[in-house]
């Protein structure tokens, strides 16, 4: 059974940066995708950023330029980037995989506030 666990949150004012990390058990992520969502207070779970087995990247236009996805397979980790960070970027993000879409961690909490 694949298991993730994401960290690396925290609190941070606007401007900032942190570091998340995803890693996964019980998988082996090399020969797949994996994917950072995002779910804000009262809103849907929305993807951030994707990373293919290859390394090709797609970001969602709010993060463009501000978050970089990047991958570890001998770590089996997957990491996301953020960098200045704005007040609507807070919420519970979470990793996953389009090869186990009904597999998600914990999450780990972003807030951006002065």
């Known amino acids: 059974q694949v298991q993730l666990v994401e960290s690396g949150g925290g609190l941070v004012q606007p401007g900032g940066s942190l570091r998340l990390s995803c890693v996964v058990s019980?998988?082996?992520?090399?020969?797949?995708?994996m994917t950072w969502y995002r779910q804000a207070p009262g809103k849907q779970r929305e993807l951030v950023a994707r990373i293919s087995s290859l390394g090709f990247t797609v970001y969602a236009d709010s993060v463009k330029g501000r978050f970089t996805i990047s991958r570890d397979n001998a770590k089996e980790t997957v990491y996301l980037q953020m960098n200045s960070l704005k007040p609507e970027d807070t919420g519970v993000y979470y990793c996953?995989?389009?090869?186990?879409?009904?597999?998600w961690g914990q999450g780990t909490q972003v807030t951006v506030s002065s």
């Open positions: 019980g998988s082996i992520i090399r020969s797949i995708a």
């Open positions: 996953n995989s389009p090869a186990w879409p009904d597999s």
